[in-house]
Structure formats: C-alpha cells, structure tokens
C-alpha cells in the first residue's frame, strides 16, 4: 500500500474530480454516468434523476429541432451568399451532434444496467487486483486525465466566449436570437455526447494502464522464472508460478471483456463522434479560408476566431481518444513479446507449461474491437478524417469562389 505522503495529487483529489464529473453528467440527464459510485441513491432520488433525464433528452430531440427547423430560413438568411454557405456547413455540424445525440440517448437508454455492471463495476474490481502492482503507468494515465480535464473545460469555455461574442455582435431583432439560440443549442448537444465520450475515454485509459501493470507484472514472473535452478524446492516454487500465471490469465481475461464490453456499448456514439470530427475539420477549414479572403483582419468576426479554435481543440479531443487504442494496441504487442520470453520449465512441469501455452493462446485469439465491425480506433483513422475534411473543403472552396464571381 502506498503511504498518503507518497500519493500523487491525482490520488489525493480523484474522488472530487469524479465527483465533479458526475455532477456535469447529472446536469444533463445522464444519471448512469458515475465513475467511482460511493453510496446507492435512494430510489425516489433515482427515479427523480433517471425522468429528468428523459425529459430533457426529449425536450433535445423532439421539441427544440422543432423550433429550428421552422425557423430554419431565419438562421440561413443573409445576403452574403458565402456567409451562408458557411451557416449551412455550421448547421451540418450540429446535425452531426443531433444524430450522435439520439444515439447516445438509445445507448444509454438500452444499456443502463451494462455500463454500470459491466464497465463501472468491473472497472472498480480491476482497480482493486492490481492495487499493489508497479505504479509506472499510473502516471501517464493520471496525464491524460489531466489533459481531458483541462481540455474540455477550456473548450467549455471557448463555446461560452464564442456565444457571448455572437450575442454581442449580433444585429438587432428576431434574426440575432435565433441564431444565438441555436448557439446555445449546439453546445448543449457538444456537453451531452461529450460525457459519455469522456466516460468512454477514462474506461480505455484505465484498460491501457491495466494492460501496463499486467506487462510488468508477467515480466516479473518470468525473471523469476529464468532464475529457478534445480533443487528440493523447485516443485513448490513451480506450483507457485503456475497459481501467479492463472491468476494473471484471469485478470487479462477480464481486461479483454472491460474493452470489448466499453466498444460494444459506445461503439454508435464513437463513429458520431468521428463524423462530428470530419465536420467540425471542415467548418474549421473553411472558417479559416473565409477569414483570410477578407480584405482586413479587422473585419474579422470574434465568433469565426473562436470556431475554428475550438474546432482545433475538437480535432485534439478526438485525437487523444484515438492515441489512447493506439497505445492499447502496442502494449498488446508488449505483450506478446514478453510472452515469447518465457522459456521450458527448468523441470519440465507440466501445469506451469499448460498454464503458459493457455496464456499465449489467450493473447493469440484476441482481437482488438472494432467500431461497428468496420473501423479500428486509431491514429490512422484521425488522419483519413483530416485528409477526407481536405477534399471536401477544397470543394466548398470552389462554391466559393463561384459565389464571389457571381456576386
């Protein structure tokens, strides 16, 4: 056990970062998001949580679209044809985050006893085995918690600015309040796929620091494996070994299923999230382009500033969630080398070597999850979303420049 002088700060605050991360989740209706549960809440309270979120899922998708829509001409109204271009791109986004919306609703909605069994729970039970194993990967995983963090609330942040700004520089009457409106609007839908997408992230930065731990930790065994030399007690330290390699089979089994079991369940609103991704690269592509065909950076709107920084932050976000399966996949091939490491018992025992031949077919037969049987989630992936934004700017870029010559 690790003294409470030697905890880092992450260990000493995790709680009230969780806590915190609950409360936002609360704040939008999603009551199955809680990442360490401390006490069971009371049934009435329960109920209250889980109609609130009902209610303010539906009043997302059914009652406010409804709105927008009939006002639709309103927020497309300009007389700059390349200004509304970009409001229809602006508004492809935010159908982008509607749809992954409805997902994470039905998602959540069907899976509401999974993710706390099969994902909270087990994620619990996974912390507590290797609560004694190396602490060398806690402190990546407690940097790309800290970098989440920062991030969202900063992006959190560049959204409120953006809202004011476009609220302050809005012309008068009814055309500025329903397009602050929809601001407003599409960054309460960016918080309600953003929670479960930072609840998929913290469970696949826990599998990667589960899956570190475990490398080290067969590593070890298998040093002490090379030093077993022939003696009276080279039988019980191999009966030691064999119990030390089931156990760890046991705890790599149980990892697998803490991967697969978060892809299966959040698989819809990740592939929403890498299409939110490619619209949000491309507004953010074309933002820029049109700020740059302006004549003088004085003319220059603070809320097109703003976009396309978060729109950059965006594409950060969806990045590290990337890198995080990206990391998964090479400490699985950690893995494997450390396997191809553990040489033939000294004594030829035969459970050690049934024990060692179970655990290498374990690592042989699995495969890495893929996003609706389609897509792995890696770095490659973020990059064709770059590249596919690219070409599909460069054709907004040619409806520009037909709109400028017409004009």
Not at 52 to 65: A, Q
Not at 385 to 398: C, D, E, H, K, M
Request: hydrophobic share 45%.
């Amino acid at each position: 056990m690790t003294s409470p002088d030697e905890r880092s700060f992450w260990e000493r605050h995790e709680i009230k970062f969780y806590q915190y991360g609950h409360v936002y989740a609360l704040i939008y209706g999603q009551v199955i998001i809680d990442y360490i549960p401390q006490r069971a809440l009371k049934r009435g309270i329960k109920v209250l949580l889980i109609l609130w979120g009902h209610l303010f899922s539906l009043l997302l998708i059914v009652v406010l679209p409804g709105y927008f829509c009939y006002h639709f001409r309103t927020l497309t109204d300009t007389l700059d044809r390349r200004l509304q271009l970009l409001f229809y791109v602006s508004f492809a986004n935010t159908a982008i985050k509607y749809a992954t919306v409805i997902v994470t609703y039905v998602a959540n909605t069907v899976h509401f006893v999974a993710i706390n069994q099969r994902c909270t729970l087990q994620r619990m039970h996974l912390e507590r085995e290797f609560q004694n194993a190396p602490r060398e990967p806690k402190k990546p995983f407690e940097f790309f918690m800290y970098f989440k963090f920062c991030l969202i609330n900063l992006m959190m942040m560049i959204q409120v600015c953006g809202i004011f700004a476009q609220y302050g520089e809005g012309e008068k009457g009814s055309v500025s309040q329903v397009r602050v409106h929809f601001a407003i609007y599409a960054f309460v839908l960016w918080n309600y796929t953003e929670n479960m997408a930072d609840y998929c992230y913290w469970i696949n930065a826990s599998v990667l620091k589960y899956y570190r731990q475990f490398n080290l930790q067969l590593a070890a065994l298998r040093e002490e494996m090379d030093r077993l030399r022939p003696g009276g007690m080279l039988l019980h330290r191999c009966c030691e070994l064999s119990d030390r390699l089931e156990e760890l089979r046991r705890r790599c089994r149980e990892i697998h299923e803490l991967q697969k079991d978060s892809f299966r369940m959040h698989q819809f609103q990740l592939i929403g999230l890498m299409l939110s991704t490619l619209i949000n690269n491309l507004t953010n592509f074309y933002t820029l382009f049109h700020m740059l065909a302006k004549q003088s950076l004085e003319e220059v709107s603070y809320p097109v500033i703003v976009g396309s920084v978060y729109a950059t932050g965006f594409y950060i976000d969806t990045y590290i969630v990337a890198l995080i399966n990206e990391h998964i996949k090479l400490e699985l091939e950690g893995v494997a080398l450390t396997m191809r490491g553990f040489a033939e018992p000294p004594a030829h025992d035969e459970r050690l070597t049934r024990e060692i031949e179970h655990l290498s077919l374990e690592l042989l037969n699995y495969q890495p999850p893929m996003l609706c049987g389609l897509l792995h989630l890696d770095r490659r992936l973020v990059y064709l979303i770059a590249v596919t934004a690219f070409s599909y700017f460069i054709t907004l870029v040619q409806f520009d420049l037909y709109l400028r010559k017409k004009s």
